[in-house]
């Protein structure tokens, strides 16, 4: 069955410290990735979609995410954290239908 | 632009008893869908709906669980009779394009969190 792991539960930053959670999906085929962020108190939100061409993905608050087909990976990448980024992270996969697949969600600290 | 709404916020009832949670979609978003993620696992697809019609129910759990969409606009999902296990967080997203074309994405309420005891 179609399966997304990303590997830490939990991450604790200092502010200006870089950012890399790691996301793995388990489907072969054409996929469509996502990272959804949820803040405190808030509605989950897209960060960025990886649909097809460039594998290095931009998005919103200087987010980045790199799809590697080989690896089966999305990471999720920021090169200076923030104590605003402090959230929940969400990889998902769009390999089926209309269903996005989840993984189990990442949430980040970052102290100031 | 109103975003997804989804009411209540947070219900709190008694294992048999039944509860009712509404969504409100973006004006104009076809698509519908409920997720739900429960003891802080993963977030689980339920069922998705373009307009009033079911085009995927195949993360319904049970048959505990009904949802509807009349008239193609607002969302119910009802439980009935409530078990322990379905406490969690329902989440309501609509969309306008599909997941597979490149302007696709789900759009998100805060979500109804359900508490059985």
């Known amino acids: 069955a179609q399966s997304v792991s990303q590997h830490n539960h939990h991450v604790i930053l200092s502010e200006a410290a870089s950012l890399e959670l790691g996301c793995n999906y388990s489907y072969g085929g054409t996929v469509n990735l996502f990272w959804y962020v949820q803040y405190p108190g808030q509605h989950l939100q897209l960060l960025l979609k990886y649909f097809s061409g460039d594998p290095l993905v931009k998005g919103i608050k200087g987010f980045e995410a790199e799809f590697i087909k080989s690896k089966f990976s999305f990471n999720l990448r920021k090169p200076s954290v923030q104590w605003s980024d402090t959230a929940e992270y969400f990889c998902?996969?769009?390999?089926?239908?209309?269903?996005?697949?989840f993984g189990g969600g990442t949430r980040l600290m970052v102290k100031p | 632009e109103a975003g997804v709404t989804q009411f209540p916020s947070h219900s709190v009832i008694e294992k048999g008893q039944t509860v009712t949670l509404r969504c409100d979609p973006i004006s104009g978003h076809d698509n519908l869908y409920w997720y739900r993620r429960v003891m802080g696992k993963e977030i689980k697809f339920l069922l998705h709906f373009v307009k009033e019609s079911k085009q995927d129910e195949s993360g319904m759990p049970n048959n505990r669980f009904l949802a509807e969409r009349t008239g193609g606009t607002y969302s119910t999902l009802k439980v009935q009779p409530a078990e322990l296990e379905d406490s969690g967080v329902y989440f309501c997203a609509s969309s306008q394009d599909s997941l597979y074309v490149r302007t696709g994405e789900l759009f998100f309420g805060e979500g109804s969190r359900l508490t059985v005891l």
């Open positions: 998902a996969v769009n390999a089926k239908g209309n269903m996005l697949t």
